[in-house]
Structure formats: C-alpha cells, structure tokens
C-alpha cells in the first residue's frame, strides 16, 4: 500500500518545538525544509485481507522508510540512517485501525470510514527486521508485538470525509462518508495476483510533530492525502499474519503555501471572479 500524504506545515513551530524538546534530542532531520516546502513519507504498510462484510474493520502496522523534501529533493530522512551510530535517528513506526468498511465485497471499489493512523518514534529500533512480526493482530491491537506501536508519539491522525461524493447510483454505499477508498483490481488472496490501488484524507489530532504536518491544505481542509498501492505481501513481514503489503513506499507529501501566497492567491481568485462576472456583464448588455 502506498499512502501519499499531502500536508501542509508549519515548519518554524515544528522546529522550536524541536529545540524545546530534550526527549526528542536523538531524532532530528538531516535536513530542516524550509517554510512552504514538499515532504515526502514514504512507507511500508501491513494489514490483512479485508473481510468485504461491512462494519468490519481494517489494522495494520507500518514502517517509515524516509522521509524526503521534494522541493530540494533531499532526503530529510531515513530508516537506514540508524546502521551508523553517530547519526542513529531511531525508527518511526506505526499503528492504523478502525477503519470500518461500509461497502460489500473484497474486489472492486472498497470503501472504509473511520480511521486512525499513530506513528511512534522509537529512539532503539526493534522492528526493521522482516518476520518479526509473530502474532495475529486485531483491530483493537494491531500490534501484538508491541515493535510497531512503541516510543514516543509522532503523530497521531483519524481518517477524514470529504474526498468523495455519494453516488446516488450506488444505493447501498454512501460514498460521503469515506475517508478511504481502495479499488482492488485482482485477486482475493495474497497472491502477487492481488493488487489495488486507492486514496484517502487524514486529519492531524496530536504527537509531538502535530503543528508540522497540521495544515489544513489538502482537500476538504484535510492535513494528509493518502494514496494506496496494495499488493500481495510475499516474503515481507510475516505474510502469514499481515498478508497484504504497500507495493511502493507510502509518500507524505509535506505541503505548506506561506501565508503571504495564500493572500495573493485568494486575491487572485476574487481578481478572477471580478473579471468574469465583468465579461458576463458585456456578454449579457
Ligand atoms: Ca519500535
Ligand atoms: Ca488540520
């Protein structure tokens, strides 16, 4: 699965909050994006197959494997950084659930609402390894092993409505209601068969990076956008208990328009607005 996550920042609180900060004194960035720059997160995520009865509910676990300013195209940071100890950044990790599925069905447009995605950050990484994952999760623990949801709070987001509209069509989904969507277009096992792909909104609640990703610039006023790559977990973290897996890394997509930009924008638009209901006008005398 891979979730890009499209955010806005306020980068200048996230770094005195950094400073102010002595716990979180082990994990700094290698680079510090400026004000209005792109981030990108990518990751991998695990979760099992959905079951397709609605008001099931999907879980899972995740592993951040960098984090890269698409502005610059630097990369701010990454999971590999900690195999050398000077510049050890230890892991950020991550727990989703609650996402209740509100369609029918495990192939096809697959609908879910609800959600909350928890990313830790763990200064003694213990969940890098593939198959170590060695218990089933639920949707209350998706992390029985206790690897993926320990340290300190990152982040802390809950699914978020407004990305899609009800389809009248389809009678027995309330599309409005979604905060993720995913289209699966083979299979319904984990085969490498199995594939999906889809997208998603998140709203930012809490962690110790709340006021760097809480932007409100994504649609709907939303934080983060996701967007899902889903495949057949194969030889990844223990397939047998997470048996679906991100075919590309989730992208967190870190966007912050200065608030000077947002001024001239609007203004641009109203300036826009005025001309065309001034052309109407003519057309109209
Ligand atoms: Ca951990
Ligand atoms: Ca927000």
């Keep these: 699965m891979k979730i890009k996550f499209a955010i806005a920042a306020t980068v200048f609180c996230a770094l005195g909050a950094m400073v102010a900060a002595p716990a979180r004194a082990a994990f700094t960035f290698d680079i510090q994006p400026s004000y ?15 079951s397709g009865v609605p008001g099931t509910n999907l879980y899972g676990v995740l592993i951040i494997d960098q984090i890269i300013n698409a502005t610059t195209s630097q990369t701010a940071w990454a999971a590999s950084d900690h195999t050398t100890a000077s510049s050890n950044p230890g892991e950020l990790t991550g727990v989703f659930n609650n996402y209740t599925l509100i369609s029918s069905g495990t192939t096809g447009d697959i609908y879910f609402t609800g959600g909350n995605v928890n990313i830790f950050y763990d200064s003694t990484p213990d969940a890098v390894t593939t198959g170590n994952l060695v218990a089933a999760g639920t949707n209350l623990n998706p992390d029985p092993t206790g690897k993926f949801g320990n340290g300190t709070s990152f982040l802390t987001t809950v699914g978020q409505v407004g990305g899609f509209v009800d389809n009248p069509l389809t009678l027995l989904v309330n599309e409005s209601l979604a905060t993720l969507f995913t289209h699966v ?19 930012v609640t809490g962690g110790s990076n709340a006021s760097t990703f809480n ?20 030889s990844g973290l223990n397939p047998a208990f997470y048996p679906v897996l ?14 000077t930009s947002i001024a001239a924008w609007s203004f641009l638009s109203l300036a826009g607005a005025l001309v065309m209901r001034a052309r109407n006008k003519r057309v109209q005398s």
Excluded: V
């Excluded at 209005?36 to 959905?50: A, F, K, Q, S, V």
């Excluded at 610039?217 to 495949?231: C, M, P, W, Y």
């Excluded at 991100?246 to 608030?259: C, M």
């Design 185 to 203: 277009n083979s299979g319904t096992t984990a085969s490498f068969g199995f594939r999906g792909t889809g997208t998603g909104l998140l709203s």
């Design 36 to 50: 209005g720059d792109e981030l990108t997160i990518h990751m991998r995520n695990y979760e099992p197959l959905i």
């Design 246 to 259: 991100s075919s590309d890394p989730i992208a967190t997509l870190f966007t912050a328009p200065e608030a």
């Design 215 to 234: 932007g409100n610039s994504q649609t709907a006023g939303a934080d983060l956008e996701i967007n899902t790559t889903l495949r057949g977990a194969g």
